[in-house]
């Protein structure tokens, strides 16, 4: 048995070597010859990471051999391969303005393994920005990473929560925490992520034409543990940035911080009979990146009708590593959760006292939510080149039923509406890098995605019969991209990025409603990207960004289904063919750090929409609207007084508006405003607080939202492989009024029903705690 | 625009989680306006004068466009998708509902000018259109078995006149049950502080159009027994024709129209 065991690995192995040295003869063919001309007199390369503090892989960072003109840079990963470098010792240099410069001396024997250096950033600013040359992305006035050190000081239920601690970012959860969420960024209602890209490790998140809403983000799949940083871009201005990024865009990336390498296991039990399993391997070794990841939760929820139970696994392994062929890594990622949805509540029946506020209406709301993702990565690092590869396989189900107009539509039955979607989306990109001269150099790009998938919505009635049929759509999407751009840095006081990316869709759908009648079309977008950054004086920066992001049409659009028309003008447009829409965005800041315990950031931007488009969640479809523009401002102050304590405060102030009518843009907050205390002692004590808010929100019809205020907290005890940590959200216990809504329902059945619209509210949860103790070796 | 920042700031800091306002609402007058049903001469030359004009109509709504895309003509030839959908949960789709009148009605054009209907709930907006629905009478509304319109949705009576020969007709139309009219105009832009009146009118002639509800109709034609009285209603064969063309026209919006007045 162990025999056929080694076997298998054996010819795993060697399975493992025949497709890298496939990769390698492509390689060879796409490359110039003399790059890659092997020599077999030359020493071995000298491989390694970059990392930060954290332990995560740190992109862009110069690498040189002392007394040698060998040099190279970090890749995404922080990964970097020096070929050419004489046989015996050498003393490597690593320098990049963000952090502190390292000397590191290798001896001949640490050449044979990978080799692991720590850098330390400049200052611990969480709003740090690589003010200078980051290879891998450029940067803007507005970019931020958010650290696995921030991560932790906020409470955080899943992956989505991370996101809170993104200044003038607001997310609502509009369902229970197996749903996806609202983002609201910068005068965008990105609704369920129709406006807000979200990639995992480079890979496209978002589902482009979900039953439920376009762009659809649920990000289950994700362990939060398991995620080492989170790059966030407002603005669709790096080249990188694909469909949906509208509003700005954020790639989670996969790792497991330093700190918390090993057997780790944690358990978590919450106020609302929540109760968490979460463990985790990963190698202590610096420049090794595999790692997995489990987790297993129950809750309750807070209220009536928010429990859930969920699973999911995250992992990735290292297929194989060889200087010449680079390394080749498998990511794995599942999750299934069942979950209650508790809609929405009318607000004069929350005042009336027909309904409490955490209450539902329906009981019989759910969903479920599973995901399955397998990825091959591949990365090549070959002096003045360097190539990235990956692809991908994936699985989605989702099915939602829920009800919230009650029984405006039908007053007998009910609106209950029970949604299916399942999806297999693959694809595959690649990423090229080349250093023309010392100063300059070209990035290209291509990729490619493809969806199949089948998607029914079905009305039930009050005994959860099936009572008619509005949707069985079958079909396939595909978006294709290429991208070029240069990198031109003359000096380290300026960089200058400038590109485009062009993204061809196709789409193809049957419409099994519709006595199988087939539409498809076909589209282009052409996406310029520029931005600028200057270093003026030491302690002043300045950045210009213009970009051009994009949406695609829904699915939907191309098949024969007409939602009719009911009370429009004649002068309303009433038909057409599908079409990307589009969207131009401009950024202008600076950052000013006149001492290093100081950092203050401002940032102005301007969105236009020459033809606004808004998902519809009723007909499926994208309904065009009016052309929109926003204009508006942020400002960031962060201080650090001492070695271990850290206070931030965000103001972003955003007028949305469609440009025909003057009219606000509704649900996207106008001002929202956060403050962050981080306080990481080295006794082990750490602390965070963080009180988050927004003014109210502009909603349809001239109403108006509520006032928010969120404050969170943690608190926590780090001893050797002992961690301690409390989470409690809604400190000072409001009501949150986390989505608010504006549209006629009914909740009486058989009742006549005034059809004027009326608010309604989804709570945030009340004060709630968690406690969660757990082991690291 | 900084007194409304520090005001939504200090809310937002002190005041924790403030209180969310409706919409402004406004309540309007809806009456009769009989100005649609004044004499008038058809294509055929015939001039009508109508004595009676009974139409059963129920639950009166009011519609914004949002933001729609409304464009110029020289873009309808465009690519760009306008899909429609109504009843929506809150985002700026037009054809919104944000004004109504419920109930049923029998209105008689020609004789309750000005008669009122009720009061209208209507949201601050730019009104485009409105929708309501086609009924017939009952009992309920006030029509007993006996007159000529119970059961009927719309009793029309008149003259028409050409040269010598005058023909006196009644109409009769029956629309398929909860039959909805949509897209009336309704062009007004009102406010919290709005207090006029919406008048509700039945345009016997389109006066943009000039069209009116009895266009390609020849009175005289349809006397068969040279009495002077027509009846058109349906299932008789001899008045299908018109019968249907009227049916037709009654069930446009072209000839209804709600008229905001200050």
Redesign the interface.
Same mark, same amino acid.
């Given at each position: 048995m162990s025999r056929d065991r080694c076997s298998a690995t054996r010819y795993s192995s060697r399975a493992a070597v025949v497709a890298l040295h496939m990769l390698a003869c492509a390689v060879t063919l796409m490359f110039p010859a003399e790059s890659y001309a092997f020599h077999p007199e030359a020493a071995p390369p000298v491989v390694g990471q970059v990392v930060d503090t954290s332990g995560a892989g740190v992109a862009g960072v110069a690498v040189s051999v002392e007394g040698s003109k060998r040099h190279t840079h970090t890749d995404s990963t922080g990964s970097f391969v020096l070929t050419g470098v004489a046989r015996g010792p050498l003393t490597l240099s690593i320098s990049d303005p963000a952090f502190e410069p390292v000397r590191r001396r290798v001896t001949r024997e640490q050449r044979r393994v990978p080799v692991s250096i720590q850098v330390t950033r400049v200052e611990q600013n969480p709003y740090s920005v690589t003010v200078v040359s980051s290879r891998d992305s450029p940067q803007t006035a507005s970019s931020k990473r958010i650290s696995a050190r921030e991560m932790t000081a906020a409470p955080r239920r899943n992956a989505e929560d991370i996101l809170r601690q993104v200044p003038g970012m607001t997310l609502v959860q509009h369902g229970s925490e197996g749903k996806g969420h609202q983002f609201l960024l910068r005068g965008f209602d990105a609704i369920h992520g129709s406006d807000f890209e979200v990639t995992l490790d480079g890979l496209p998140i978002n589902e482009w034409s979900n039953v439920h809403a376009q762009g659809y983000l649920d990000l289950g799949l994700i362990i939060p543990e398991a995620v080492s940083s989170v790059e966030v871009q407002k603005g669709p201005f790096t080249l990188t940035q694909g469909a949906f990024a509208m509003a700005g865009s954020a790639d989670y990336r996969l790792g497991i911080v330093q700190s918390e390498r090993g057997w780790r296991a944690a358990y978590t039990a919450g106020t609302t009979n929540r109760h968490r399993v979460f463990a985790g391997f990963s190698r202590k070794a610096a420049e090794d990146r595999d790692f997995l990841a489990f987790e297993a939760t129950h809750d309750d929820g807070f209220g009536q009708n928010r429990g859930i139970d969920r699973m999911t696994f995250n992992g990735r392994l290292t297929l194989a590593k060889a200087p010449r062929f680079g390394e080749l890594s498998l990511l794995a990622a599942g999750s299934y959760a069942a979950f209650e949805l508790p809609g929405t509540l009318r607000n004069d029946d929350v005042e009336q006292g027909v309904v409490g506020f955490y209450d539902t209406y329906d009981e019989t709301q759910q969903g479920q939510s599973g995901r399955a993702l397998l990825a091959l990565f591949h990365r090549l690092d070959r002096g003045r080149h360097n190539l990235s590869l990956h692809a991908y396989a994936s699985y989605r189900d989702l099915r939602l039923r829920e009800n919230f107009t009650g029984f405006v539509i039908d007053p007998e039955n009910g609106d209950r509406r029970a949604q299916l979607q399942r999806t297999w989306p693959f694809g595959l990109s690649a990423t090229y890098m080349l250093q023309l001269v010392k100063t300059l150099s070209l990035h290209t790009g291509l990729g490619l995605r493809v969806d199949q998938f089948g998607q029914t919505e079905h009305n039930v009635g009050r005994d959860l019969q099936v009572t008619g049929e509005r949707r069985r759509l079958v079909g396939h999407q595909l978006i294709a991209h290429t991208k070029a751009g240069l990198q031109w840095q003359p000096a380290r006081q300026i960089r200058v990025d400038v590109g485009a990316r062009a993204d061809v869709i196709h789409v193809g759908v049957t419409d099994k409603l519709a006595r199988g009648s087939r539409g498809s079309g076909a589209s282009v977008a052409v996406s310029p990207r520029a931005t600028v950054q200057l270093q003026v004086v030491k302690s002043l920066g300045i950045f210009a960004a213009y970009g051009r992001g994009f949406r695609p049409p829904e699915a939907r659009a191309y098949s024969t289904f007409d939602p009719g028309q009911a009370g429009l003008s004649e002068d309303v447009y009433d038909g057409g063919e599908p079409a990307v829409t589009v969207s131009d965005a401009l950024e202008v800041g600076t950052r000013w750090r006149p001492v290093r315990w100081f950092d203050a950031r401002l940032a102005s931007f301007a969105t236009l929409i020459a033809r606004e488009s808004v998902y519809d969640h009723v007909s499926g479809v994208s309904l065009e609207l009016n052309g929109s523009r926003r204009l508006g401002g942020e400002v960031i102050i962060s201080v650090r007084p001492l070695s271990w304590l850290q206070l931030s405060t965000d103001f972003t102030l955003v007028d949305a508006r469609f440009t025909q009518s003057g009219n606000r843009v509704p649900f996207a907050p106008w001002l929202t405003g956060g403050g962050r205390v981080t306080i990481t002692h080295r006794s082990g004590f750490r602390s965070g607080l963080r009180a988050i808010g927004f003014a109210p929100r502009p909603l349809p019809h001239g109403a108006t939202g509520a006032t928010q205020l969120r404050v969170d907290a943690t608190l926590g005890y780090y001893y050797r492989w002992l961690r301690i940590n409390l989470e409690v959200e809604n400190v000072i216990n409001r009501k949150l009024r986390d989505g608010e809504y504006h549209y006629a329902s009914n909740f009486v059945p058989g009742q006549a029903a005034s059809e004027l619209p009326v608010l309604h509210t989804v709570a945030g949860p009340p004060v709630n705690a968690r406690l969660t103790v757990g082991v690291v070796f | 625009m900084m007194s409304r920042?520090a005001l939504?700031?200090a809310?937002?800091?002190w005041?924790?989680?403030?209180?969310?306002?409706?919409?402004?609402?406004v309540d309007l007058e809806v009456v009769v306006d009989d100005v649609g049903v004044a004499a008038f001469e058809t294509n055929l030359g015939y001039r009508v004068e109508l004595s009676g004009a009974r139409v059963a109509v129920a639950d009166l709504?009011f519609?914004?466009?949002?933001?729609? %895309? *409304?464009?110029a003509l020289w873009?309808?030839a465009?690519?760009?998708?306008?899909?429609?959908? %109504?009843? %929506?949960?809150? %985002?700026?789709?037009?054809?919104?509902?944000?004004?109504?009148l419920?109930g049923g009605f029998v209105i008689d054009w020609a004789n309750e000018g000005d008669r009122s209907l009720g009061t209208g709930?209507l949201?601050?907006?730019?009104y *485009?259109?409105?929708?309501f629905v086609l009924s017939s009478g009952t009992e309920e509304l006030g029509v007993m078995p006996q007159d000529p319109l119970y059961g009927h949705t719309a009793l029309i009576e008149g003259t028409a006149i050409k040269g010598q020969d005058t023909v006196n007709f009644t109409v009769v139309i029956d629309s398929p049950e909860g039959r909805?009219l949509?897209?009336v105009?309704f062009e007004a832009e009102i406010t919290a502080s709005s207090t006029g009146t919406i008048g509700f009118r039945l345009e016997a002639l389109d006066p943009i159009e000039l069209d009116s509800l009895f266009a390609d109709i020849d009175f005289v034609a349809l006397d068969d027994d040279l009495d002077g009285n027509v009846v058109i209603e349906t299932d008789v064969a001899a008045v299908e024709d018109a019968y249907n063309e009227i049916r037709r026209k009654l069930q446009t919006h072209d000839h209804f129209r709600f008229v905001y007045t200050e």
């Open positions: - | 920042i939504a700031g809310s937002l800091f005041l924790g989680c403030g209180v969310a306002s409706e919409a402004p609402k709504v519609t914004v466009a949002g933001e729609v %895309h *409304t464009i873009q309808r465009s690519d760009i998708l306008v899909p429609t959908a %109504h009843a %929506h949960p809150g %985002h700026s789709q037009g054809g919104e509902v944000t004004g109504e419920p709930t949201i601050a907006g730019s *485009t259109a409105a929708n909805e949509i897209g105009p």
